[in-house]
C-alpha cells in the first residue's frame, strides 16, 4: 500500500458545467461519467467540485453517501475528503446526501467473481474490473453492505478532497496573481506567500468560474495528518448526550404516529379482524388494512401499540413450514445432487485421500437481527413530492419502493436518510418501508412516523438463514490431509433478492462463503459443495452473511480433525495456510496470548478459529474456564489484516463489538418457528450478550493485505468456531449446534 | 389525567391516559428524544432515567406514579458543552458505535457512580448488565467507568 499514484493515468475530466451562477466540476473513474447530482439548484457562487464536495461563500459540505448504522462510516467518510482538503473535521458539514447512481457502490463487485479475495492476480483483479463495469453500465448500485464502504471510498474521496483542493489554489493562484508553485494549502484556506490566507468559503465564486484542476497526486499514508491515526468520530459527542437524531427521533408539525399489525406467518394474509375495542380507545385516529395486516394510527406511539395489541385478528397460514422440526429435516434431505448449489472447490481427491476419518454434523440455526432501534420510517405524501425520513442501506431501492407505492415519480421522491441505531442487515429490507408508505397514502397530507414494536420487530425479522454441515475430515501421521465440506442452507440471496424483484442469476454463494475460500492451500485434498433450499422461512443477510455459519462448520472440522491427529491447533492451521498474509494473522494472534509454553491448569482451555471473509483473513483466540455454574469467558485475542488502517480506535472498537456480537448469538441466540410464527418475541429470549458475559478482547491489527478492506463484518465469523473449540479444549465436550447453551450453561 | 413533575428542572404539566408510561410522555408529547424505546418491557435499559435520583426504566413508570417527581434524562445529565463527568469519560473513551442504547447506559453509569463512587468490578457488572448494546461496546463501557471513577475522584 502506499504508491503515490497519479490520477491522470485512470480518470478524466468530465467537464464543467455552468449552472445556476455556479460552476461544478466532475472528475470520474472513465467508466462512470455520472453527472454530478449537486449540480441541480446550486446557488450563486457556489461550486461543486465533484458529487462529493460543494463549497460556498458560507460553509464547506461534504457528502458521505454510506448510510452509518453504528459502524462510523460517517465519520470515515469525511477525514477521507479532509485529509486531502487540508481542513479539519469540525470546519465541515457533513451531509448523507442525496440517493443518486453518481455514489454508487464500486466496490460491491468484488465478491461477484468466481475468484477467492486473497487472488489478486491479474485475472482475478481483470474479471473484478469487468463484472465492476457491467453493474456500472446495467444496474448501478448505491448501497452500504458488505463491509465494503472503506474500499468503495478510500481512493475516491480521497481524490475528491485533493481535486478540490488542487482548484481552490488555481482560483487563489489567479484572483492574487501568484503562481501556484508558490501556494500551500492549511486549515481550510489557501496561504499566498507573505503569509495572506484565502479562506477556501471566501475562494467559492472564483473556484467556479475555471476550469477543475485533475492531475492530482494522492499522498503516501506516510504523510496524512488524520488517518491512520486515532481519531474523535465526529458523532460522538452527540452519541454520549442523548442529542443525536435516529430516525425513530424525527419530528415535524402535524405529525401523527402509526404501528402496524402484520401477520406473525410470515407472507400469509390477513383473514379478517375486529378493532371495536382499539377504535374506542382515546387518541387513536383511525385503523385500517394494509398489505397482510393492520394499521393503526394514533396521537402518539404508545397509544397506537396498545391499539394495535387490542385488535384480534384471523390470519393465513405462512408460506413455509409451520414447525421448526420441519426446516431441519427439509435442510437434512437437502445433500442431493439435484439441489446441488455449487462445487465451490475440489482440489485433490478427498475420497481417495488416506488417514483415518472424523465424520461430523453440524448446525446453524435461525437469528434475529434485532437492532436496538426498531425499525422507522416517517412519510409524508402531499400533492407533489413525498418525504421519506429513514435510515436505509439501499437508498435508491427505497425511494424506488416508495415511489411505486405513492405513485409518485421516483424523481419526486425525496429520502433524507437518517443515522441508523444498528442494523446487523435488517435495514437492507423494505417491508417496513413499504407499510409506512402505504399508511402515509392513507394519510395524505399528515406526516406519519410508523414505528414497529420490539415484538412485531422479531415477528417479521428476516433472520439470518438457517444452514446444516456435514464434513469428513482425515489424517494421518500427525497431519490433516483432507476434508470434505457440504453444506445445505436457506439461500439467503435467493431470499433477499426476490424482495427487490430479482431472481438470483447463479449459484448463492452466500451458501459457502467462508468455508470454499479459507485458504489453506498446503492441504492436498479438499472439496467444498453447497446445497441449496428455498421453501423454507424468508432471510436476509446478517452481520457477515454466510461466512458465520460456514465458517463454524468450516473451521470447527478442521479443529476436529487436528484434534484427532494429535497436532496443535495453531500450529497446523499454520502449516496448512498457503497465504502469507494469513500466516502472519495466526502468528500474530498465537503471540499475543502466549500459545506456547502456557499452562492454562485444569478445567481451562482455549480456542483458536481462523475465518476469511470480505477479503480480512481474522483469527481468534477464546480462553475458558469451566466453572461449577458453567463456562465463564474469560479472555479474548483477535489479529487482522484490514491492509490499511483509516481509524485505529473505530476498528478496534469494531473489532471487540464484532467479536462480541458473534460470541453472544452463538452462545444464546436462535429463532424457531411454531405454528409459523417466531417463537422468541423480545430481548428475554434473544438476548446475545450482556455486559456480565463480556469477556476482555485484545486486537492487533495488521497492513500486509495489497488493498484495503472494511471490518464491519469480518471480526464475527471466526468467534463462535473458537469459542466452541475453547470449550471443547476445556471440557473435552464437543458441541456441533448452535447456540451452544442448548448444550451448556454460560456464566 | 393531569400529572404535573419536574424534568430537567423545569415543571412540566402534561394531560394524558393514567397508564401512560413515562417513556412516551417524554418522547411524544414532552418532545425530548434522548431517552430511547427499545424493548417496552424493561429488559434492554434504553430508557433509563432518573427518577428523584435513582435509575429506573422509564417504559415501566406509569403516568399515575409520576405527579411531584422529579425526573433526569440524559438531556439534563449534560450537555454538548457542559458534559457530566460520565459523559466525558463516555466520549473520551469512544464508547459509541450505533449509539442508541447509550443514553441509558450513561444514565445507568451515572446513578450507580452517585451511589457507589468506587464500585468493585463485580458491582459493575451486576448494575450494567441490564442495560443492551446491540453493537458489543462492553470492553469500552467498563473502560469508560473507570475512567468516569478517576473523574470523579479527582
Known amino acids: 500500500m502506499g504508491k503515490l499514484r497519479t490520477l491522470t493515468r485512470r480518470t478524466f475530466l468530465v467537464g464543467s458545467t455552468a449552472v445556476a451562477g455556479g460552476v461544478a ?95 489478486y492476480g491479474k485475472v482475478a483483479e481483470g474479471a473484478r474490473r469487468f463484472a465492476g463495469g457491467v453493474v456500472r453500465a446495467a444496474l448501478p448500485i448505491m448501497g452500504t453492505g458488505g463491509s465494503s464502504a472503506m474500499p468503495d471510498s478510500y481512493d475516491k474521496l480521497r481524490e475528491a478532497g485533493a481535486v478540490a483542493r488542487e482548484t481552490l489554489k488555481a482560483a487563489a493562484s489567479q484572483q492574487a496573481g501568484v503562481p501556484i508553485e508558490g501556494l500551500r494549502t492549511e486549515n481550510g484556506a489557501v496561504w499566498l506567500p507573505d503569509g495572506t490566507a484565502l479562506t477556501y468559503t471566501s475562494l467559492s465564486a472564483a473556484a467556479a468560474q475555471i476550469e477543475p484542476v485533475t492531475n492530482v497526486t494522492l499522498r503516501d499514508p506516510s504523510q496524512w495528518r488524520i488517518l491512520g491515526k486515532p481519531m474523535e468520530r465526529v458523532d460522538i459527542v452527540a452519541k454520549s448526550t442523548g442529542t443525536l437524531p435516529y430516525g425513530v427521533d424525527h419530528k415535524t408539525d402535524g405529525m401523527l404516529f402509526a404501528t402496524v399489525k402484520v401477520n406473525p406467518r410470515q407472507g400469509g394474509v390477513l383473514i379478517s379482524h375486529d378493532a371495536t375495542a382499539a377504535l374506542a380507545m382515546e387518541g387513536v385516529v383511525d385503523v385500517f388494512e394494509i398489505t397482510g395486516g393492520i394499521s393503526v394510527v394514533a396521537n402518539n406511539t404508545w397509544t397506537a401499540i396498545q391499539a394495535a395489541n387490542a385488535i384480534t385478528c384471523e390470519w393465513g397460514e405462512a408460506t413455509y413450514p409451520p414447525e421448526q422440526d420441519a426446516h431441519w429435516t427439509a435442510l437434512s434431505a437437502s445433500f442431493t445432487d439435484d439441489r446441488l448449489n455449487a462445487e465451490a472447490r475440489n482440489v485433490g481427491d478427498v475420497d481417495a485421500a488416506p488417514g483415518a476419518e472424523v465424520i461430523a454434523e453440524y448446525r446453524s440455526p435461525y437469528v434475529a437481527h434485532a437492532p436496538l432501534e426498531p425499525l422507522n420510517a416517517t412519510i409524508l405524501v402531499s400533492d407533489d413530492r413525498v418525504d421519506v425520513w429513514t435510515g436505509h442501506q439501499l437508498q435508491m431501492f427505497a425511494v424506488d419502493m416508495v415511489a411505486k407505492i405513492t405513485g409518485v415519480d421516483r424523481d419526486n421522491v425525496h429520502l433524507h436518510n437518517q443515522f441508523i441505531g444498528g442494523s446487523f442487515g435488517h435495514r437492507l429490507e423494505f417491508d417496513y418501508l413499504k407499510q409506512a408508505a402505504e399508511i402515509a397514502m392513507k394519510m395524505r397530507g399528515t406526516p406519519v412516523k410508523m414505528t414497529y414494536s420490539r415484538e412485531e420487530d422479531f415477528a417479521h425479522d428476516f433472520p439470518r438463514h438457517i444452514t446444516m454441515g456435514r464434513g469428513i475430515g482425515k489424517h494421518e501421521n500427525g497431519k490433516v490431509t483432507a476434508l470434505d465440506v457440504q453444506i445445505a442452507g436457506q439461500s439467503v440471496m435467493t431470499s433477499q433478492m426476490s424482495r427487490i424483484g430479482f431472481s438470483l442469476p447463479g449459484p448463492d454463494t452466500q451458501l459457502h462463503e467462508g468455508a470454499w475460500d479459507y485458504p489453506n492451500l498446503n492441504l492436498p485434498n479438499i472439496r467444498v459443495r453447497s446445497y441449496k433450499e428455498t421453501g423454507l422461512a424468508p432471510v436476509s443477510s446478517w452481520r457477515s452473511v454466510g461466512a458465520a455459519p ?198 | 389525567m393531569q400529572a404535573s413533575f419536574t424534568v430537567n428542572g423545569t415543571v412540566r404539566s402534561v394531560d394524558v391516559p393514567e397508564d401512560m408510561p413515562l417513556l412516551w410522555i417524554l418522547r411524544d408529547e414532552i418532545g425530548l428524544m434522548g431517552t430511547k424505546y427499545g424493548c417496552g418491557i424493561a429488559q434492554c435499559g434504553a430508557c433509563t432515567v432518573h427518577l428523584d435520583g435513582m435509575a429506573v426504566r422509564s417504559c415501566q413508570v ?78 469500552r463501557i467498563r473502560e469508560a467507568i473507570r475512567l468516569a471513577i478517576q473523574k470523579q475522584g479527582a
Not at chain 2, 80 to 90: I, S
Open chain 1, 25 to 119: 466540476f466532475g472528475i470520474y473513474r472513465a467508466k462512470a461519467p455520472f453527472e454530478n447530482p449537486n449540480l441541480a439548484g446550486l446557488p450563486e457562487g457556489a461550486a461543486s467540485f465533484n458529487p462529493w464536495v460543494i463549497i460556498d461563500a458560507e460553509k464547506i459540505t461534504l457528502i458521505a453517501p454510506h448510510a452509518d448504522k453504528g459502524q462510523g462510516v460517517f465519520s470515515a467518510q469525511a477525514a477521507m475528503i479532509v485529509e486531502e482538503l487540508d481542513i479539519e473535521l469540525d470546519q465541515v458539514e457533513i451531509s448523507f446526501g442525496t440517493p443518486d447512481k453518481a455514489y454508487m457502490n464500486g466496490a460491491l463487485t468484488d465478491a461477484m467473481v468466481p475468484f477467492p479475495q486473497y487472488d
Open chain 1, 550 to 747: 460456514n465458517g463454524f462448520i468450516y473451521d470447527t472440522l478442521l479443529d476436529e480433525t487436528i484434534h484427532a491427529a494429535g497436532a496443535d491447533p495453531l500450529m497446523e492451521r499454520i502449516r496448512l495456510m498457503g497465504h502469507d498474509v494469513s500466516v502472519k494473522v495466526l502468528e500474530t494472534v498465537g503471540e499475543m496470548c502466549g500459545w506456547n509454553g502456557h499452562d492454562l491448569g485444569a478445567g481451562r482451555g482455549r480456542g483458536v478459529a481462523y475465518v476469511f471473509s470480505f477479503g480480512v483473513p481474522v483469527a481468534t483466540v477464546v480462553e475458558v474456564t469451566q466453572t461449577e455454574r458453567g463456562i465463564r469467558l474469560d479472555e479474548v485475542w483477535v489479529a487482522a489484516d484490514v491492509g490499511q488502517v483509516i481509524d485505529p480506535v473505530n476498528l478496534e472498537n469494531l473489532a471487540q463489538g464484532g467479536t462480541l456480537f458473534g460470541l453472544g448469538h452463538a452462545m444464546n441466540c436462535e429463532i424457531t418457528y411454531s405454528d409459523g410464527m417466531a417463537q422468541q418475541s423480545n430481548y428475554h429470549a434473544h438476548e446475545s450478550m450482556r455486559l456480565y458475559q463480556a469477556p476482555k478482547v485484545n486486537f492487533t491489527a495488521l497492513e500486509n493485505n495489497p488493498k484495503i478492506k472494511g471490518f464491519g463484518e469480518p471480526p464475527v465469523p471466526p468467534a463462535a468456531p473458537a469459542l466452541g473449540n475453547a470449550i471443547f479444549a476445556a471440557t473435552g465436550q464437543r458441541i456441533r449446534e448452535l447456540p451452544f447453551n442448548k448444550h451448556i450453561d454460560f456464566v
Open chain 2, 62 to 139: 406509569r403516568a399515575y406514579e409520576l405527579d411531584g417527581a422529579e425526573i433526569t434524562t440524559i438531556e439534563g445529565l449534560g450537555t454538548p458543552e457542559a458534559q457530566h463527568p460520565v459523559q466525558e469519560a463516555w466520549i473520551e473513551t469512544q464508547v459509541a458505535q450505533c449509539g442508541y442504547c447509550q443514553s441509558g447506559q450513561i444514565m445507568q453509569a451515572a446513578s450507580m457512580l452517585a451511589n457507589n463512587p468506587n464500585p468493585s468490578d463485580d458491582e459493575i457488572d451486576a448494575v450494567m448488565s441490564g442495560n443492551l448494546c446491540r453493537c458489543g461496546t462492553y470492553p
